[in-house]
Structures are given as C-alpha cells and as structure tokens.
C-alpha cells in the first residue's frame, strides 16, 4: 500500500519541498529537531510500520489467550480504542517531536512498546510450548 501511495503522492510534483523545514514562526507546535518535510515523512512511515508491528504482536497474544470471538473482542476493543485515541495523538500525529515533551520521548516510547510486544509473545510462546509437552 505505501508503495502505492508514495506513487501516487509522487505524482503531485511535490518534491521540490522535500528539502525545506517543516517547522516555521507561523508553525504552533515547536519540535525539538529541524525536520525537513522528507524526514517528517520518513519519520511517520516508521511511526506506522513499528506500531503496526507491535499491535500485531499484541493480536496474536490476545488471541492465543481468548477461547471464543466474544472474548477476543472483548479483550481487543479497549486496546484498539487506547491504541486509536491516545497512542496514535502522541506517536504519530500531533506530538511526535514537539517541545513540550522531552526529546527523546519518541525513541523511547517506540523502543517500549516493542519489548511489551516481543516480550509478551516470547512469554505466551513459552507457555504453550510448556503446555504442548504437558499435553
């Protein structure tokens, strides 16, 4: 889909403000880095591709836990909701490096959530290893 996407962005003939700074005087959100628009852009497509990842990882642990799609759904629809109303403010699109937060906010955020991810599937898998030798 991106590659898509970036086809037909790339059609627009918008390059020529790949170069320039996305942060200026009339700009209300001040960032502690001097973005160009091309970085911004790069920055927002690792944004998705790590959070895509992770709450996939997630998926899989929620799913490996719920016995029916009841529960699956149960369990899965505050986590999409936490995920779409706070998550994707503070880690994509309003806040990623803005000033008021402190400057390595978003490294160490992206880097949190995939040890929650990777270590919450390393433990389930564990345990259903476990469980299939029992068994």
Not at 45 to 65: E, K, N, Q, R, T
Not at 111 to 116: A, E, G, K
Not at 121 to 129: A, Q, V, Y
Request: glycine share 4%.
């Amino acid at each position: 889909q991106f590659i898509g996407f970036f086809f037909i962005y790339s059609s627009n003939n918008v390059s020529m403000f790949f170069n320039c700074n996305i942060n200026s005087r009339f700009n209300i959100i001040i960032s502690w880095y001097d973005l160009t628009f091309l970085r911004y852009i790069i920055l927002t497509v690792l944004g998705v591709y790590i959070l895509a990842f992770v709450f996939a990882l997630i998926s899989m642990v929620v799913s490996s836990i719920g016995q029916n799609y009841i529960t699956l759904i149960g369990i899965q629809l505050p986590i999409a909701l936490f995920t779409f109303k706070v998550l994707l403010n503070y880690l994509l699109l309003h806040y990623i490096t803005r000033i008021s937060y402190p400057k390595y906010f978003w490294a160490i955020s992206y880097i949190s959530l995939i040890l929650i991810g990777i270590i919450s599937m390393l433990i389930r898998w564990r345990k259903e290893k476990i469980a299939d030798i029992v068994d």
